[in-house]
């Protein structure tokens, strides 16, 4: 398993941008895709982007054009730059890595995805 950690989380007005981290100990680029996901306590995991080693990317609903899902290989890092953020875009954010032949990236399934971080909070006020 390779360890992960999110960072870039924080609060912040309706409107405004977030950019998050998350640092791979290993090779991204050894897993089919990377993603992002977020959760409210109460409420299912919900996938919100994920990008694969070929540069195809998903997003989750209504994220397309706000939200952005890059990575770095040569840094090992996963990004996801947040804009116009919402208060219902609260929550807390984690990343994960999906395995080869695990499933399928557009799916944005957390059941398939294994190596979470510990996950960064994002809180955006009105």
Known sequence: QVPLVE?????VQSGGSLRLSC?????ISDYECMGWFRQVPGREREGVASIATSGTTTYGKSLRGRFTISQDNAKNTLYLQMNNLQPEDSGTYYCAA???????CQ????????????????????
């Open 7 to 11: 960072s870039g989380g924080g609060s």
């Open 23 to 27: 640092l791979g100990s290993g090779r």
């Open 98 to 104: 999906l395995p080869r032949g695990r499933g399928w």
């Open 107 to 126: 799916h944005l399934s957390a059941r398939a995805y294994h190596d979470w971080g510990q996950g960064t909070q994002v809180t955006v006020s009105t």
